[in-house]
């Protein structure tokens, strides 16, 4: 097996690397490494967690070793799609650059063109950047990429998804076609394969396995609940999350010690998180739409346990490597299969134990048939650790909740119901990883994403929607189970 001692990377590096404790190179690692540091393009078809910043960053020092960096010049170039994953990668690289000289600059949204501009003049050896940063730095004239000897692109893939591409390839013309590539991908759409035929020469490529796969570290549980009525699926998804979170609080093998909790539309992120803080969890949101000194505030408050629960979106969440992540939730299953196992990869890692609940309703049977489709295993289904207010008497705590958790007046319960009734037509919008408008340019999903869903119609019928009917079968007349179930009555 090769070890990183093999690989002819700096001492220094081997140094930092020892520190952090590595012992063997990942797949991605001992592929790629040894082409990178001849000076190859590498196209590496790897997700997240497979060790692919390393894969790049490692060569990238070792390499940068010699040389000086020139005022608005830099000598190497990192693109990410999300300012997340640009701080993550620029994280590594301070870890892994311990002990070199190699100066290096961030340049995200969100964080003022100032200071990044400094760093730029006075010249740095590496610059990581978002594009649509990247690109407003260089229209100002700031900056100057023919000194460019190394690009890295990270997560192709989701570039596509947000609509980058055309600004990819911009960078890619304004670099020296003398540079070297290294081009990093989950997947090979047509319009990625198209790109790396044209931008990178003769390239070596190393697959890693797709994680179609969910790792044997996370023990998943899908939770299946049918709401009395549709405008309360989203009050009941959030009593059924707060049940199972003190459940699992309390647990001795495994106990819940923090979550990250994906919604799939940023509205539903913000009133969980709202209403998770209204009955005294430490909860906060993060999605694109938060200003970026906010967004890093709370990721730090997650990874330093002030925060412990993580309200997400999948935009600000995926691909981001948080150790010690207990409980991942699923408050709404992925409408695209993908996600799901990228969500449920936020816990489990680096061989340590990880739970991750679904909370689906019967609307979710098709993303559940094209997530089970995907991974070729079924989620084990668990109980519902929650007892529905109806079947308590009419003003029950949740009975008297708004959208955010507050607790209301009679007046503005009939006001809280109409805006359910709003909320539930809306849940037919689409979901916060379609194309739509949003702010800020560098995380924001500008380009068109296909429906990836496999799998067809929901194994439901429309009966799943309400209560069964006990001792008669599932094969009841509607008007029959209407006049035997009083549930279903108005509660008014
Ligand atoms: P990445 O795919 O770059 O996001 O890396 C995923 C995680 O794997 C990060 O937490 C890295 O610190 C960790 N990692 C990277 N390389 C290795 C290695 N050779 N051995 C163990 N862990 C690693």
Redesign the pocket.
Known sequence: MTSFSDLNLDPKVLKAIEA?G?????PI?AGGIPPALEGRDVLGIAQ???????AFTLPMITRLGKGRARARMPRSLVLAPTRELAAQVAENFDQYAKGSRLKKALLIGGVSFKEQDQLIDRGVDVLIATPGRLIDHFERGKLLLTGVEIMVVDEADRMLDMGFIPDIERIFEMTPFTRQTLFFSATMAPEIERITNKFLSAPEKIEVARQNTTSDTITQVLVEHAPKRRDMTAKDKRAILRTIIDRDSALEDNPLRNAIIFCNRKVDVDIVAKSLKKHGYNAEPIHGDLDQSHRTRTLDGFRDGSVTFLVASDVAARGL?I?NVSHVFNYDVPSHAEDYVHRIGRTGR?GKLGTAYSIAVPADQKYIDAIESLTEATIPRGENPWTPPGARSGSSRDESEDEGGKRSSSRSRSRSRKSSEAKDAAESAPRDDAPKADTGRDDTPSGSRSSRSRGGRGRSGGRDDGPKVVGLGDHVPSFIELSFDERRADPA
């Open positions: 952090t590595y012992t063997t190179p990942t690692q997240t967690g497979t060790g692919k910043t390393a490597d150790p680096a």
